[in-house]
């Protein structure tokens, strides 16, 4: 059973940068894929990055393109996503999940192919 737990959400005004941590525990980290969702009020959780077991395979939505990236640390089972020049349509509830992945390549991007999930952080942007 792999527990999640997010970090460094918060408020940060157009054009900004935060980093999301999740550190996980009580599975081999590297034996996840890993990915960052996201959700606003009223609408569905939507990937926006994920990153597989080794880290050699990254997947961005469009809308982020550019601006987020996602890395891991398998010392650290921590799973990061940098967040950069922050638009106010990026404002959402972030949360970080975690796939059994049985190759190291293996990539998921839909909310489905996850079993294991964080609490979630809040990140908001001023306009």
């Known amino acids: 059973q792999v527990q999640l737990v997010e970090s460094g959400g918060g408020l940060v005004e157009t054009g900004g940068s935060l980093r999301l941590s999740c550190t996980a525990s009580?599975?081999?980290?590297?034996?996840?894929?890993m990915g960052w969702f996201r959700q606003a009020p009223g609408t569905e959780r939507d990937v926006v990055a994920a990153i597989s077991r080794s880290g050699g395979r990254v997947y961005y939505a469009d809308s982020v393109k550019g601006r987020f990236t996602i890395s891991r640390d398998n010392a650290k089972n921590t799973v990061y996503l940098q967040m950069n020049s922050l638009k106010p349509e990026d404002a959402a509830a972030y949360y970080c999940?975690?796939?059994?992945?049985?190759?190291?390549?293996?990539?998921?991007?839909?909310?489905?192919?996850?079993?294991?999930w964080g609490q979630g952080t809040q990140v908001t942007v001023s306009s």
């Open positions: 999940a975690a796939a059994r992945a049985y190759t190291s390549g293996g990539v998921y991007t839909t909310a489905t192919g996850y079993g294991y």
């Open positions: 009580g599975g081999t980290f590297s034996s996840y894929a």
